[in-house]
């Protein structure tokens, strides 16, 4: 089973920039597709971001899109999210994901998967 653990939250005012890392340990996921998830005070879960397991393709919410970029490095078995430009409606906690269903999945996934980490708080200031 594959452990997945957050880092890079933190507080930031508005227009600055987060860069959020997820380890993966217990297994690689090299070939499996990544995504990231946030979820605000009062509100359900949403997509955020997710790359395919070739890495070679990626898919954003519109809300982010051109203002976020995910990443991964598999030799160290982490996906990055790098953030720009936040507003404070980007306040959340933010999980990353792993869609262990289908290796070398060909679509960019925005549900269905199968393994999550704790997560790691953003909070942007006005």
């Known amino acids: 089973q594959v452990q997945l653990v957050e880092s890079g939250g933190g507080l930031v005012q508005a227009g600055a920039s987060l860069r959020l890392s997820c380890a993966a340990s217990?297994?690689?996921?090299?070939?499996?597709?990544m995504g990231w998830f946030r979820q605000a005070p009062g509100k359900e879960r949403e997509f955020v971001a997710a790359?395919?397991?070739?890495?070679?393709?990626?898919g954003y919410a519109d809300s982010v899109k051109g203002r976020f970029v995910i990443s991964r490095d598999d030799a160290k078995n982490t996906v990055i999210l790098q953030m720009g430009s936040l507003n404070t409606e980007d306040t959340a906690i933010y999980s990353c994901a792993l869609d262990g269903r289908t290796r070398w999945f060909s679509d960019v996934p925005t549900s269905g998967y199968t393994d999550w980490g704790q997560g790691t708080q953003v909070t942007v200031s006005s």
């Open positions: 217990g297994r690689t996921v090299i070939g499996y597709a």
């Open positions: 790359i395919r397991g070739s890495g070679d393709s990626t």
